[in-house]
């Protein structure tokens, strides 16, 4: 009760205290321990020393000692040091200070006629040192101590003994509302010891120790630990009710090492075990160069990387059509120094590939030569969810689409099909195998009809792209970097997997190729295992994958099942009749499609399922004219959107 009652007097005062009166404090301490030194080295040296006539002496000989000791502590600049900032640097000074004043009295004793032994200085100079940094961390312990009794405190454990722990310690101990508690490190020769004053335990303490010590913040000071096992060390804490903090390393801090948010991530064509292809684009310059090309869906992340494959073959004028402002405005602003270098003209176009008005005006306009259609809506759950509007895009989008180019006489479309489209079991595959029924049909009229006739029809098929928007490369880096679950739709799913860079060459080398209405299937190698790519990112970025075959790992991998609408493995063909098609890595098939009067139905009852708002009829419209599809009821509650 007493001491509570002291406190605040005290912090008031140690408040109130201006900077020139606490530098004269330090002065008068420094004045007043220079005779306590002296007394104190006669009784040490000699007791007789310290007899009534040595006492005598002085008295006399102190105050003069005194004032030396002010002026040489305010000459050396030791009153300006604050209490908080007093380290080896302060020591060595008043280190400095005693040997000075030491010298000083030694002069002055011999001409007053003390009789002070030469020895007795140095036992003065080791002394005042020791009283003069001693009263110093007193009193900046006591400070501390002070302004922590009204200060809340955060009570802080590291997690890493090594030397950046050891620094971050060091720092900590002089903040008044932090209070490092001990270190944790998985070293088993440092656990049990004392760093930095601190104890060191074992990480199986952990709960024990933040329990009984009260830790409320848990710092983790180990930059050289791959992210991703910070990551697992700070999600395993996070059910003991810590916050959990990291510390770069110095190097980081002054930019001569990576940070862990500069690291360059993990390139997604280091996980298909395969040689890319380098020759794609040889000899495509006499079918691209010169002319005018438009690329569909320019923004996304196939349409975007046609743009700058087309670029280096030096077409004349490279035309960009994106429903989405900011994808559009992103990849022209790419674009826009690469074109003015290669001589291209760049024109970036707002709309989508179902406005026909657009169209029509567009093709007159840019006399368009080569069509490569990558619009659409590709992500399997929304689709799902929104089926109408993934109807409407990807079937009637590429009818209105094809038709316009076929109008104008375009001499190339490609349409960029999937996969997902062999007897699909989701909305997004079936309008990808309707758009290529669409395409399919327009192909074998191309020569008969339409004024501009002879428009040249393709399709190119092929499985995922690795790093593309909503791919699963990405989401399992994200995962990882927040220390997991890593989420697979099942460990033995498998899927086609192929660079984005690989499959442009070879959908514009298969367009090349097209005589009318192939499908271009491309060789993606054997299909991957899910499971098998969420590992290989795992060990990618420095974790530990945490599964049945290895249950102390750091990261986990987490079933989750399919998705509405997803197929355990993937096809890529419909029929057994590919062939060979000039590249190693392509190969063209002629698959069976509906007659142009079938077609005609097709389209026209989907056009008034959509225009009605129908769920129910446009799925009738897809199970009837897609192999392997099954129309369902309702969409699962999780699914379940307005107008859809």
Same mark, same amino acid.
């Given at each position: 009760?007493?001491?509570?009652?002291?406190?605040?007097p005290?912090l008031?005062?140690?408040r109130s205290?201006g900077?020139?009166?606490?530098?004269?404090?330090?002065?008068?301490i420094d004045?007043?321990?220079?005779?306590?030194a002296?007394?104190?080295?006669?009784i040490? $040296?000699?007791?007789?020393?310290a007899?009534?006539g040595?006492l $005598?002496?002085?008295?006399?000989?102190?105050?003069?000692l005194?004032?030396?000791a002010?002026?040489?502590?305010?000459?050396?600049?030791i009153?300006r040091a604050?209490l908080k900032? !007093?380290?080896?640097?302060?020591?060595?000074?008043?280190?400095?200070h005693?040997?000075?004043?030491?010298?000083?009295?030694?002069a002055l004793a011999?001409a007053?006629g003390?009789p002070?032994?030469p020895?007795?200085?140095a036992v003065f100079t080791l002394l +005042?040192?020791l009283l003069a940094?001693?009263?110093r961390?007193?009193?900046?312990r006591a400070?501390? *101590?002070l302004?922590?009794?009204?200060?809340?405190?955060?009570?802080?454990l590291? !997690?890493g003994?090594g030397?950046t722990?050891?620094?971050?310690?060091?720092?900590?101990?002089?903040?008044a509302?932090?209070?490092p508690?001990g270190?944790?490190d998985d070293?088993?020769?440092?656990?049990?010891?004392?760093?930095?004053?601190?104890?060191?335990?074992?990480p199986?303490?952990?709960?024990e120790?933040i329990?009984?010590?009260?830790i409320?913040?848990?710092?983790?000071?180990? &930059?050289?630990?791959p992210r991703?096992?910070q990551?697992?060390i700070?999600?395993?804490? $996070?059910?003991?009710?810590?916050?959990?903090q990291?510390?770069p390393s +110095?190097?980081?801090?002054?930019?001569?090492e990576a940070?862990?948010?500069r690291?360059q991530?993990v390139?997604?064509?280091?996980f298909?075990?395969?040689a890319?292809v380098?020759?794609?684009l040889?000899?495509l310059?006499?079918?691209?160069?010169g002319?005018?090309?438009l690329v569909t869906g320019?923004?996304g992340t196939i349409? *975007?990387?046609?743009?700058r494959q087309?670029?280096?073959?030096?077409?004349?004028? /490279?035309?960009l059509?994106?429903?989405a402002?900011?994808?559009? !405005?992103?990849?022209?602003?790419?674009l826009?120094?690469?074109?003015e270098?290669a001589?291209v003209?760049?024109?970036p176009?707002?709309?989508s590939v179902?406005?026909?008005a657009?169209l029509?005006r567009? +093709?007159?306009?840019q006399r368009i030569d080569?069509?490569?259609?990558a619009?659409?809506?590709?992500?399997?759950?929304l689709?799902?969810?929104n089926p109408?509007a993934?109807l *409407?895009n990807?079937v009637?989008?590429t009818?209105?689409l094809?038709?316009?180019?076929r109008?104008a006489?375009v001499?190339?479309?490609v349409?960029i099909?999937?996969?997902?489209?062999?007897r699909?079991?989701?909305i997004?595959?079936a309008s990808?195998?309707l758009?290529?029924?669409v395409?399919?049909?327009l192909a074998?009229?191309s020569?008969? $009809?339409g004024k501009?006739?002879g428009?040249?029809f393709s399709?190119?098929?092929?499985?995922?792209v /690795?790093?593309s928007?909503?791919?699963v490369?990405p989401l399992f880096?994200?995962?990882?970097?927040?220390g997991g679950p #890593?989420t #697979?739709?099942?460990h033995d799913?498998?899927?086609f997997f192929?660079? #984005?860079?690989e499959a442009v060459a070879?959908v514009?080398?298969?367009?090349?190729?097209?005589k009318?209405?192939e499908?271009f299937l491309?060789?993606m190698?054997?299909?991957v295992r899910?499971?098998?790519?969420?590992?290989q990112?795992?060990?990618?970025m420095g974790?530990?994958p945490?599964d049945?075959?290895?249950p102390?790992?750091?990261?986990e991998?987490?079933?989750?099942g399919?998705?509405?609408g997803e197929?355990r493995h993937?096809?890529?063909?419909?029929?057994?009749n590919a062939?060979p098609?000039g590249?190693?890595k392509?190969f063209?098939?002629q698959e069976?499609f509906?007659?142009? #009067?079938e077609v005609a139905?097709?389209?026209?009852g989907?056009r008034?399922?959509?225009?009605e708002?129908?769920?129910?009829?446009?799925?009738q419209?897809v199970?009837r004219w897609?192999?392997?599809y099954?129309a369902?009821?309702? &969409?699962? &509650?999780? /699914?379940r959107?307005?107008?859809?």
């Amino acid at each position: 009760m007493v001491f509570a009652s002291v406190l605040p007097p005290l912090l008031h005062l140690a408040r109130s205290l201006g900077r020139g009166q606490k530098m004269a404090v330090l002065v008068f301490i420094d004045g007043a321990l220079a005779p306590l030194a002296l007394w104190l080295a006669m009784i040490a $040296q000699d007791s007789s020393l310290a007899g009534t006539g040595a006492l $005598q002496g002085l008295w006399l000989f102190g105050p003069v000692l005194s004032l030396a000791a002010a002026a040489l502590a305010l000459a050396l600049g030791i009153p300006r040091a604050r209490l908080k900032s !007093y380290d080896g640097a302060g020591l060595a000074r008043t280190a400095l200070h005693g040997a000075a004043l030491a010298g000083l009295g030694a002069a002055l004793a011999l001409a007053a006629g003390l009789p002070l032994p030469p020895g007795l200085w140095a036992v003065f100079t080791l002394l +005042f040192v020791l009283l003069a940094a001693g009263l110093r961390l007193g009193m900046l312990r006591a400070l501390e *101590a002070l302004y922590r009794s009204e200060t809340p405190v955060t009570r802080v454990l590291i !997690y890493g003994a090594g030397m950046t722990g050891i620094q971050l310690v060091s720092a900590l101990k002089r903040h008044a509302a932090i209070r490092p508690v001990g270190f944790v490190d998985d070293n088993p020769g440092l656990q049990g010891l004392t760093v930095a004053g601190l104890p060191v335990h074992r990480p199986a303490r952990l709960p024990e120790i933040i329990a009984r010590q009260h830790i409320s913040r848990v710092v983790l000071a180990m &930059p050289a630990l791959p992210r991703a096992r910070q990551a697992g060390i700070a999600r395993a804490l $996070q059910p003991l009710g810590v916050e959990v903090q990291s510390v770069p390393s +110095f190097a980081q801090m002054i930019g001569t090492e990576a940070a862990p948010d500069r690291l360059q991530p993990v390139l997604p064509g280091a996980f298909l075990g395969r040689a890319a292809v380098a020759d794609a684009l040889e000899g495509l310059a006499a079918v691209y160069a010169g002319h005018t090309v438009l690329v569909t869906g320019a923004g996304g992340t196939i349409g *975007a990387e046609l743009c700058r494959q087309i670029l280096s073959l030096r077409p004349a004028r /490279l035309v960009l059509l994106d429903h989405a402002e900011y994808a559009l !405005y992103a990849i022209e602003r790419e674009l826009r120094p690469l074109a003015e270098e290669a001589g291209v003209v760049l024109v970036p176009v707002l709309g989508s590939v179902g406005q026909a008005a657009l169209l029509r005006r567009l +093709f007159a306009a840019q006399r368009i030569d080569i069509v490569l259609h990558a619009a659409a809506y590709k992500h399997v759950p929304l689709v799902e969810a929104n089926p109408l509007a993934g109807l *409407a895009n990807n079937v009637l989008g590429t009818e209105v689409l094809a038709r316009a180019a076929r109008a104008a006489g375009v001499k190339r479309f490609v349409m960029i099909s999937s996969d997902k489209a062999v007897r699909p079991t989701n909305i997004m595959g079936a309008s990808k195998r309707l758009a290529e029924i669409v395409v399919q049909d327009l192909a074998a009229r191309s020569g008969a $009809q339409g004024k501009g006739g002879g428009t040249v029809f393709s399709m190119v098929r092929f499985g995922n792209v /690795l790093g593309s928007s909503g791919s699963v490369i990405p989401l399992f880096q994200e995962q990882v970097a927040r220390g997991g679950p #890593v989420t #697979v739709t099942g460990h033995d799913v498998t899927r086609f997997f192929m660079t #984005v860079e690989e499959a442009v060459a070879l959908v514009l080398r298969a367009g090349s190729l097209a005589k009318g209405g192939e499908v271009f299937l491309l060789d993606m190698g054997a299909p991957v295992r899910i499971g098998d790519l969420a590992r290989q990112v795992i060990e990618a970025m420095g974790g530990i994958p945490r599964d049945a075959a290895n249950p102390e790992g750091e990261i986990e991998i987490l079933e989750i099942g399919l998705r509405p609408g997803e197929k355990r493995h993937e096809e890529l063909l419909i029929g057994g009749n590919a062939r060979p098609a000039g590249h190693p890595k392509i190969f063209a098939a002629q698959e069976r499609f509906p007659s142009e #009067v079938e077609v005609a139905a097709l389209l026209r009852g989907l056009r008034e399922a959509i225009e009605e708002e129908s769920r129910p009829r446009a799925l009738q419209v897809v199970a009837r004219w897609v192999e392997g599809y099954e129309a369902t009821g309702d &969409p699962p &509650p999780e /699914l379940r959107l307005s107008g859809t």
